[in-house]
């Protein structure tokens, strides 16, 4: 599986999970490789859809484009192969204060939940999750589930828009095998 091959994917919006089109994907060798030398660049194109032919091997993508916080994917490129699937994810810019956490899976388990524990502001703490998407009081907004995906590889993003001072947790539980004490899925 030496020489050229396709990689294609999706670069899709942590908010609302739609492909964004318009971004700029510049392909490093090797895995974690954010500041070496560039061997390809791209742009996204109609519902954030690309595609680019690399040697075989490893890369980290880096997404940037205006208005979105500038973040990293991993590729691989098989030789004579086309490569579906390689999608990445991107945020948009939040407001100084706020906190996003964008959770991204691969194919199975399908459905992975996020839950996000906090302080709240009547003394008990707040949670967020699938079933209780907004913690709010008076109308203020403290904290969202702001895109659920339950169909495989995310994402399901989590912001928390007014912090209080305290502890928060965040936690991903394997909705597709709940009712399954054996299950591995989450660990592989």
Do not use: C, M
């Not at 702001?146 to 399901?156: L, M, V």
């Amino acid at each position: 599986y030496s020489g050229e091959g396709t990689v294609t994917g999706v670069i899709n919006n942590a908010l609302d999970g739609r492909g964004v089109e318009g971004l700029t994907i510049r392909f490093r060798e090797g895995i974690n490789n954010t500041n070496g030398e560039v061997v390809k660049e791209t742009v996204t194109g109609l519902y954030g859809v690309y595609e680019v032919e690399l040697e075989a091997g490893s890369y980290t993508g880096e997404i940037s484009g205006e208005g979105f916080i500038t973040s990293y994917f991993y590729v691989v490129s098989i030789g004579g192969e086309n490569n579906f699937g390689q999608d990445g994810v991107i945020s948009p810019i939040i407001p100084e204060g706020q906190t996003r956490i964008v959770l991204t899976w691969g194919e199975y388990p399908k459905d992975l939940d996020s839950h996000l524990t906090g302080p709240g502001t009547n003394g008990r703490r707040s949670h967020v999750y699938y079933s209780h998407k907004t913690y709010s009081q008076n109308g203020e907004k403290y904290a969202d589930l702001d895109y659920d995906d339950t169909t495989s590889y995310g994402p399901e993003t989590t912001t928390i828009y007014k912090q209080i001072e305290g502890v928060y947790r965040f936690s991903v539980h394997d909705y597709t095998n709940r009712k399954k004490s054996d299950s591995k899925e989450l660990s592989l």
